[in-house]
């Protein structure tokens, strides 16, 4: 008999809920026999959106969440007040084992707070990292630390590329990914207090596949499968990414429809050039996930919609297959002795 | 009379030395009148390089140097070293009043220390940063600190806002220009140690028109004119800017080049397309000044052809007329007392 994956979705979070969320829920149990969905959520605003779809009903059950935690709320405090709230009743589901796994497009830093307080961290890991897969010339690349987690020291620098790395080889599926340490220059004695204190650790750990120093500019290159970087660097680099990205294409854009001889090639290119910027696309690979965990947090983009919401949900089926965290806890306790 | 503004060129600094270098020079001559060249590295060379021109000549000099500090050279025991280099003796020109500015295309860490041990500070500043324009949608933003003096201190963030501001308000002519300082969240409470320091800083300070937080993502907007950061941030923020650009505009070639309609298409849209990316080309916009030393180091990209290299060689001019480090150490004393 095959595996169920019980995985609980935040029906309130992120720009486009309950309705893309919703939607792209509906979507993942029509193409996977092997899920089941718990909605968590204000029932009546789940149970209309519901009304438009058919469904496989066995796969999915509402449970029911008066509060929703806003964006703008300082997430310690939301977390330890709205018990009510669609964040922490899934985060409750996952604690106590009934579910799997947890997806959210809502307030990260209440994503990440409550994974911590409720979820809990695997003995022995010092801080879940949030991991996002971005794009690159070949595919895809993981970039561990972006989360609220800032001024990391070294160790925790360490666990992350070990948990990067046992995430790449069994999620992704990319044999002995390589490692390499955002850097200002290639060279080892380069850098600021933090990599200089961190790049012989990674230069010294057994279980991973260091390459070095990695300079932003080479990130989009793919030449590294795990890109470790502190948790403020992270972020600034997850969001250029997009906002360069955002800018050029618009740019773009906007030179091709200058004169009528471009507005004309614009309209030849068209197809060909969706389908190339589409593999640039961060939303085609699902959410993040925050490694670490006694289970699986996943965190989709705010904006996500069914498609996102969708990958992210089957994109716990393969954490849960490969046994992620039996393979971090192993990993992580190697470390401790 | 016209002043004219005198600047030593490090003939033999970057990848398209001395060949591009000798160019730009040149170029840069023959468009202004009231410009001077120190054209310094080794004689025979640079002769060499000259004899395929004609320039006037009463407005180039060659200073003979023997030796040339390569990139991959620890900067402090090159500078120290190597005396009789390109780069020192240009920067010994600046020190004793015989150039108001230097141009280089050489290794960063070699003109970051010269700068700071041979030309020298001005009073009162703690460290002098490297700052580069970087195109955005409206126009362009002035990256402040890019340089190698990592793990900085909040108010030498602060002395950065308030130089950056004096560079682009007099030499870009951008009018009371807005201030933000890199974060990885809007709200004030968000950020690592260093940025919540500095916060309180800049929002205090009179002198400049702080508008608070940046994400990464918004940075290529243009909503900022004064980006402020600490050094290893501001790389990797300058390099993935070039790194995320390079990738994206070679993925859309190679889109165009996939069918034969989009190819006939490629060919309509290249001149406006050629138009456009330009506007979003670093290049475009001449080197990074090093800003609070006593005299103009400019630092150009390693890859700088002729073009950037004048454009680099008449930045300063416009940077001599505004009489910048006079209003430096103004605003910079205010501070101070």
């Known amino acids: 008999m095959q595996d169920i994956v019980k995985i609980a979705v935040d029906a309130m979070g992120g720009d486009n809920a309950p309705t893309e969320i919703v939607k792209g829920t509906i979507q993942a149990i029509k193409k996977r026999q092997d899920i089941k969905v718990f909605l968590v959520g204000k029932e009546e605003v789940i149970k209309k959106e519901l009304a438009q779809y058919e469904y496989p009903e066995g796969q999915l059950e509402i449970v029911n969440a008066k509060e929703v935690i806003e964006t703008a709320e300082p997430p310690v405090m939301a977390i330890r007040r709205k018990k009510d709230s669609s964040i922490v009743k899934a985060m409750n589901l996952v604690k106590s084992g009934e579910a799997d796994a947890l997806v959210s497009a809502g307030s990260s830093g209440a994503i990440l707070v409550g994974g911590q307080v409720i979820v809990g961290r695997i003995k022995g890991v010092e801080r879940p990292p949030l991991a996002p897969l971005i794009p690159t010339k070949k595919g895809v690349s993981l970039l561990i630390d972006c989360g609220a987690n800032v001024d990391a020291r070294a160790s925790h620098l360490l666990q992350f590329a070990k948990m990067g790395s046992v995430y790449m080889e069994n999620v992704i599926g990319i044999k002995n990914p390589k490692v390499a340490i955002v850097n200002i220059g290639a ?38 499968d795990v890109i470790v970087c502190e948790a403020f660097v992270g972020n600034v680099i997850l969001k250029l990414y997009e906002g360069v990205g955002a800018t050029l294409i618009g740019k773009i854009k906007e030179g091709m429809m200058s004169s009528l001889r471009s507005k004309i090639g614009a309209l030849l290119v068209k197809p060909a050039l969706k389908e190339t910027l589409k593999s640039f696309d961060a939303s085609q690979y699902g959410g993040a996930p925050l490694l670490g965990l006694n289970g699986l947090v996943v965190k989709t983009h705010g904006s996500s919609k069914a498609t996102e919401v969708m990958n992210s949900i089957i994109q716990c089926v393969t954490f849960k297959e490969q046994n992620i965290n039996e393979k971090i806890k192993q990993n992580i306790s190697l470390n401790e002795e």
Not at 195 to 222: C, H, Y
Request: proline share 8%; net charge negative.
């Open 187 to 224: 060279e080892e004695e380069k850098g600021n207090a933090l990599v200089k204190e961190t790049f012989p650790l990674l230069k010294n750990s057994p279980e991973i596949n260091f390459i070095g120093s990695i300079e932003a500019r080479d990130i989009p290159s793919g030449d590294a």
